[in-house]
């Protein structure tokens, strides 16, 4: 299977811990995008990266969340001090690198749902 | 700022009536629009890609249209199933992509 894999698929964390979720894009594709799902809401955008860079961040919490993309590796978002609010699902997406720019047909993962206790 | 909204947010239908979803978006200049399916506890199945250039796309039983100008897309299914049921989710792409809340469809045998 090529697709989007996330993992893990579930994560249960008690406030204050750390939560890191990985997402390892369609092989080729070097353009990953985040999106927090909370319970019976719609998804939101929250970081954009390409290899090594951020390209943009206005979804993201000013606060505790940070995200990377390396030059080897999966994409990590990382939660630190997690809040019952970070509860949610979250879910990865790749595109593939064109020519004509970097935004394109998106590719989703499963998702990682995330429960703080 | 980009928002997209979705009527309706839940529709109940017979097994084998075609209906249609719909879907508008505030800023027309957009990249392009998807169409994805979410079932349950699931991650996102991409439906349909259509291009800011295009006016429409089908796979099968599913049409999409764009109406870009007018900022709206439809998504028609046709014959509708069970196996149907789902969230249709669309999203547009301009600087990043925005998601519309989605319909939530019901199928009834």
């Known amino acids: 299977?090529?697709?989007?894999?996330?993992?893990?698929?579930?994560?249960?964390?008690?406030?204050?811990?750390?939560?890191?979720?990985?997402?390892?894009?369609?092989?080729?594709?070097?353009h990953v995008y985040w999106y927090r799902q909370l319970p019976e809401e719609g998804l939101k955008f929250m970081v954009y990266l390409q290899k090594e860079n951020i390209i943009?961040?206005?979804?993201?919490?000013?606060?505790?969340?940070?995200?990377?993309?390396?030059?080897?590796?999966?994409?990590?978002?990382?939660?630190?001090?997690?809040?019952?609010?970070?509860?949610?699902?979250?879910?990865?997406?790749?595109?593939?690198?064109?020519?004509?720019?970097?935004?394109?047909?998106?590719?989703?993962?499963?998702?990682?749902?995330?429960?703080?206790? | 700022k980009q928002e997209?909204?979705?009527?309706?947010?839940?529709?109940?239908?017979?097994?084998?009536?075609?209906?249609?979803?719909?879907c508008s978006f505030t800023d027309s200049a957009i990249y392009n629009l998807q169409w994805f399916r979410q079932d349950p506890g699931k991650g996102l199945t991409s439906l349909l890609l259509i291009q800011s250039s295009q006016r429409e796309q089908t796979s099968g039983r599913l049409n999409a249209s764009l109406d870009k100008s007018s900022g709206r897309s439809t998504l028609y299914i046709a014959a509708s199933q069970p196996g149907d049921s789902a969230t249709y989710l669309c999203a547009v792409c301009n600087q990043n992509f925005v998601f519309g809340p989605g319909t939530r469809l019901s199928v009834l045998p």
């Open chain 1, 1 to 30: 299977n090529a697709g989007v894999m996330q993992n893990p698929r579930h994560l249960v964390r008690r406030r204050g811990q750390e939560a890191r979720l990985r997402c390892s894009p369609v092989k080729g594709h070097s």
């Open chain 1, 56 to 117: 943009d961040e206005s979804g993201m919490p000013k606060e505790r969340f940070s995200a990377e993309f390396p030059k080897e590796g999966p994409s990590i978002l990382r939660i630190q001090q997690v809040v019952r609010g970070d509860s949610a699902a979250y879910f990865c997406a790749s595109s593939p690198r064109l020519a004509g720019g970097p935004y394109n047909e998106q590719f989703f993962g499963p998702g990682t749902r995330l429960t703080v206790l």
């Open chain 2, 4 to 22: 997209v909204t979705q009527i309706p947010a839940a529709l109940s239908v017979p097994e084998g009536e075609n209906l249609v979803l719909n």
